[in-house]
């Protein structure tokens, strides 16, 4: 079984994902990571992003796996965990130019692929439904308003002790929404079959609540 999760940056579908993978015990991988962890190699390598047989070079020496620790998931990067290291502004800032490369995207959609070769699986990202798993069980579309997912970031980087303005969060979140659904390779948008989910009122629980009852409807129309 294939789920795809797809939508905006913090719209909640991490944390609907991680939720529904324990639920239905179905792992999960944030292929948004797996985006952030190239970048932040790219960083420390200090890769110019824009020269493509430099990337292509890169890429050959990029590992990226993903292995549980304290039952939580966290991403692996040539044998050393990264998982808060890949969650900083300096990544976030850059990860969108590195999402829009076109060899970057084929290197990652091919190990995504694989990663469900055995088992199922809940993906989420931007183009799950679209272009890594178009026949996916199940797709949801996850979004909100850039007010409300701006508040959540803020709120999720406080929480972490960033120091940060809510300007900069927004501006942030706006600059990714634009290179993620403009890009020429495989932009966001949402599938045809995908169902639509805006998690703006909902909190956590309203929104696996929402989630399950849409998952069990889309998978009886199915038979899966
Ligand atoms: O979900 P996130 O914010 O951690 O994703 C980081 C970036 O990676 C985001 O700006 C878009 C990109 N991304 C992508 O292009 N395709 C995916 N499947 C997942 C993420």
Redesign the pocket.
């Known amino acids: 079984m294939v789920i795809a999760l797809?939508g905006h940056?913090?719209s909640g579908?991490?944390t609907l994902a991680k939720d529904l993978s324990s639920l239905l015990s179905v792992s999960h991988i944030?292929?948004?990571?797996?985006?952030?962890a190239i970048t932040l190699y790219f960083i420390r390598h200090k890769v110019d992003i824009n020269n493509k047989s430099t990337v292509a070079y890169a890429l050959e020496s990029i590992n990226i796996s993903f292995k549980v620790v304290d039952g939580k998931t966290v991403t692996v990067l040539n044998g050393s965990v990264v998982e808060s290291d890949i969650r900083t502004m300096e990544v976030?800032d850059l990860?969108?130019d590195v999402?829009a490369i076109s060899s970057v995207?084929r290197y990652l959609v091919s190990q995504q692929r694989r990663l469900a070769d055995a088992q199922s699986i809940i993906m989420?990202?931007?183009?799950?439904g679209t272009v890594?798993f178009p026949e996916a069980d199940v797709k949801l579309f996850v979004t909100a308003s850039i007010e409300v997912r701006t508040q959540r970031r803020y709120d999720e980087l406080k929480a972490r002790g960033v120091e940060i303005t809510i300007d900069e969060v927004r501006a942030n979140l706006t600059k990714?929404d634009h290179?993620?659904s403009t890009r020429e390779d495989?932009p966001?948008k949402q599938a045809e079959d995908a169902i639509l989910l805006d998690t703006g009122s909902l909190d956590r629980s309203g929104m696996i609540a929402s989630a399950t009852k849409m998952i069990h409807e889309k998978m009886i129309k199915n038979n899966v």
Not at 30 to 36: E, L, N
Not at 124 to 128: A, E, L, T, Y
């Open positions: 797809d940056s913090s579908k991490s944030d292929s948004g990571a797996m985006y952030r976030s990860v969108s999402a995207r989420d990202g931007r183009d799950i890594v990714r290179i993620d495989s966001l």
